[in-house]
C-alpha cells in the first residue's frame, strides 16, 4: 500500500507558502521526467514553461505536484525548506539520471 502524504512548504523566512502533496503509486506509474525536484523527501515535478532551480536551491512560482492520484500546482515561490510531519528539511534539487538517492528513493529503497 501507498501512502499519501502531505507537508507545508516554507520560505526563507520560514513562512508557509504552500502545501506538498505527493502520493507514491502516482509517481511510479508515470514515466520519469528529465528533472525533479526533491523537497526533502518529496519529489516534485516542475511545469516545464518555467524555471525552478537556481544555484542558491531556491525554488520559484508554481510546481506541478501529484497527491490523491491528481496533478495539483501548489505555489513554491523561494521555497528553502519543507515541513513533514513536524519535521523541517532542507530543498535539494536533482536529476533522476545523477542521483542515487532519488533513484533509490523512487525505487523504495531510501528510508524518510
Do not use: C
Not at 13 to 42: A, F, I, K
Not at 55 to 70: F, K, N, P, Q, T
Not at 96 to 102: D, L, N, P, T
Amino acid at each position: 500500500m501507498f501512502e499519501n502524504r502531505a507537508g507545508r512548504v516554507l520560505g526563507a523566512e520560514g513562512r508557509e507558502v504552500g502545501t506538498v502533496y505527493l502520493e507514491e503509486e502516482e509517481l511510479r506509474r508515470r514515466s520519469t521526467p528529465r528533472w525533479w525536484g526533491v523537497l526533502g523527501g518529496w519529489v516534485v515535478e516542475p511545469a516545464i514553461h518555467q524555471h525552478y532551480w537556481s544555484s542558491d536551491g531556491s525554488i520559484y512560482e508554481d510546481a506541478i505536484v501529484y497527491g490523491e492520484g491528481l496533478r495539483r500546482s501548489v505555489g513554491l515561490w523561494k521555497a528553502s525548506q519543507v515541513e513533514v510531519d513536524g519535521v523541517i528539511r532542507p530543498v535539494r534539487w536533482a536529476t533522476i539520471a545523477e542521483s542515487e538517492e532519488v533513484r533509490a528513493w523512487m525505487e523504495g529503497r531510501a528510508q524518510d
